[in-house]
T-cell receptor, first 114, second 114 residues
Framework: GQNIDQPTEMTATEGAIVQINCTYQ??????LFWYQQHAGEAPTFLSY????GLEEKGRFSSFLSRSKGYSYLLLKELQMKDSASYLC???????????????FGSGTQLTVLP | ETGVTQTPRHLVMGMTNKKSLKCEQH?????MYWYKQSAKKPLELMFV???????ENNSVPSRFSPECPNSSHLFLHLHTLQPEDSALYLC?????????????FGSGTQLSVL
């Protein structure tokens, strides 16, 4: 099995930078995803990391350290529209079956204040 | 708009009712999924279909019955549900079942069982 931990809630100010952490425990790690979900809407893909390091995509960056079982999502120049839940999800080969491998965390609810 | 459409958006049903949730994807994908999202809990994988064949049935009670008539449509038939089944039911699709495949989600059906 696996355990994925991320903070339940975070608050930040418009224009600031926020880092959302995700730690995981798995015996067959095979990739980590971040999704964004606005209230009442579909989760949407943000990033995918399978190798160590930082992946940058505009205002959003995602970092992975496989040896530490750790990832973070970095949001720069925060905007009000970034208020949403951010979901960390891990692929684990040891779970068996291709689709069963993707396991989600409970999500981090980010509130951006003016 | 993610290319995955779910209907209805909201559903209230009694424990003796029979209802169906519908999902349609317009992305030409080969895999479709049902997830359950309860408040403050991680997304739970329920079923996966690949090329219209069920490839995962994640220990879901028989009161939930999926149907995939073709690669673009997925249904979840509901009967004799329990109040604890109240949740957001999300449909998703992906091109295939590869490790780096990202999921495209619908906006979900918010189900309330009375």
């Amino acid at each position: 099995g696996q355990n994925i931990d991320q903070p339940t809630e975070m608050t930040a100010t418009e224009g600031a930078i926020v880092q959302i952490n995700c730690t995981y425990q798995t015996s067959g790690f095979n990739g980590l995803f971040w999704y964004q979900q606005h209230a009442g809407e579909a989760p949407t893909f943000l990033s995918y990391n399978v190798l160590d390091g930082l992946e940058e995509k505009g205002r959003f960056s995602s970092f992975l350290s496989r040896s530490k079982g750790y990832s973070y999502l970095l949001l720069k120049e925060l905007q009000m529209k970034d208020s949403a839940s951010y979901l960390c999800a891990v692929r684990d080969r040891s779970s068996g079956g291709s689709a069963r491998q993707l396991t989600f965390g409970s999500g981090t609810q980010l509130t951006v204040l003016p | 708009e993610t290319g995955v459409t779910q209907t209805p958006r909201h559903l209230v049903m009694g424990m003796t009712n029979k209802k169906s949730l519908k999902c349609e994807q317009h992305l030409g994908h080969n895999a479709m999924y049902w997830y359950k999202q309860s408040a403050k809990k991680p997304l739970e994988l329920m079923f996966v279909y690949s090329l219209e064949e069920r490839v995962e049935n994640n220990s879901v009670p028989s009161r939930f019955s999926p149907e995939c008539p073709n690669s673009s449509h997925l249904f979840l038939h509901l009967h004799t549900l329990q109040p604890e089944d109240s949740a957001l039911y999300l449909c998703a699709s992906s091109q295939g079942l590869g490790d780096n495949e990202k999921l495209f989600f619908g906006s979900g059906t918010q189900l309330s069982v009375l």
